[in-house]
C-alpha cells in the first residue's frame, strides 16, 4: 500500500529557522508528489488560514492550532474545536497570578495580554512581529477560540497544568505552549481527515521536529523527524532526515521512495 497522504509541520520543517523560507529542494520535492498525486496537508499550531511564508506549496488543507481546526483548499471548515469558557477564564487567571502573558487565536489572528520578553523573542524566532495587545475577555465575548498560548517556563507550564485537567499543553520551542483542548492534538486532527478522505493510516506519512509533533507521528503509517528535531522527537518517529537546511524533506522522500 502506497503513501496517499503527506503531513507537514511548517516552523522548523518546511520554513527554515535561519532563512524564514521554504528551501528550493523542498518545493521541488513537494511539488513532485503533486505529480505523483500524493496529497500534501499541512499539520501545524498556527491556525489553519493562508501563510505567507507556505504561499508556494501545493497543499490541499491546512489542520491548524494543533489539531483544533481544518480548513479545506476551497475554504470550507472540516471541523473545529473551541476551548470552553470557564477553562479559557482559568488559563486567564493562571497567567495574572503567574504573571505569564497569555495569547488566543481569533478570526484576526492572535491576541495577547501583554508584551514581555518571551513574546518579544518568539516573534524574533519566527521573523514576524509581535502579536497586538488586547482585552481577551471581551473578544472571547464575541468569537470563542480553539488555541491559547502561555508564555511561561516548562515548570510554570507543568504547574499550571494539573489544575486544568481539561487542557492539554504541547511545546515546539522552549519560549511558550500551545494550550489546546484535552486529547486534542496533531494527530487526532490527522485522524480526522484521514476519515474525511477514506485513506488508512498506513496510506499516510507525517514530518515534524517539535514535541507537538509527537501525537501526529502516532496517527500516520511511517514518521519523519528532522534532523534539526529534539532528542525526544527524533527517538518518536520512525526515521530520522537531515535538517530543514539540508534538504530533509526531500532525502526521506527519496529515500522512502515516494518520490
Known amino acids: 500500500m502506497g503513501v496517499r ?18 528551501p528550493e529542494s523542498t518545493l521541488e520535492a513537494l511539488a513532485e508528489l503533486r505529480r505523483r498525486g500524493v ?20 497543499y490541499s488543507a491546512i489542520i491548524g492550532l494543533n489539531g483544533s481546526e481544518c480548513v479545506l483548499d476551497d475554504g470550507r471548515m472540516l471541523f473545529r474545536h473551541t476551548i470552553p469558557e470557564e477553562l479559557f477564564e482559568r488559563v486567564l487567571d493562571a497567567g495574572e497570578r503567574h504573571g505569564f502573558a497569555v495569547a488566543a ?22 521573523a ?65 481527515y484521514l476519515a474525511y478522505r477514506g485513506y488508512d493510516m498506513a496510506e499516510s506519512m507525517s514530518f515534524g521536529d517539535g514535541g507537538n509533533d509527537i501525537p501526529m507521528f502516532r496517527s500516520t503509517g511511517l514518521s519523519v523527524a528532522m534532523g534539526n528535531a529534539s532528542d525526544e522527537v527524533k527517538a518518536a518517529a520512525d526515521h530520522v532526515t537531515s535538517g530543514v537546511d539540508d534538504d530533509g524533506v526531500r532525502a526521506a522522500l527519496t529515500h522512502f521512495g515516494v518520490i
Not at 496529497?39 to 506549496?57: F, K, M, N
Request: some cysteine; glycine content about 8%.
Open 5 to 22: 497522504t503527506v503531513f507537514f509541520d511548517i516552523d522548523g520543517t518546511l520554513v527554515s529557522f535561519a532563512t524564514h523560507r521554504v
Open 128 to 192: 514576524l512581529p509581535c502579536p497586538p495587545t488586547g482585552d481577551l475577555r471581551e473578544l472571547y465575548r464575541h468569537e470563542s477560540t480553539g488555541q491559547m498560548c502561555i508564555y511561561a517556563d516548562a515548570e510554570t507550564e507543568r504547574r499550571v497544568m494539573a489544575g486544568l485537567p481539561g487542557l492539554c499543553s504541547s511545546r515546539w520551542c522552549d519560549i511558550f505552549a500551545d494550550i489546546n483542548l484535552a486529547e486534542v492534538n496533531k494527530g487526532t486532527g490527522i485522524r480526522d
Open 39 to 58: 496529497e500534501v496537508v499541512i499539520a501545524t499550531g498556527r491556525g489553519a488560514e493562508p501563510i505567507d511564508e507556505i504561499r508556494h506549496v501545493p
Open 105 to 126: 487565536k481569533f478570526r484576526a489572528g492572535f491576541v495577547v495580554t501583554r508584551v514581555t520578553p518571551r513574546v518579544q523573542a518568539m516573534a524574533e524566532r519566527v
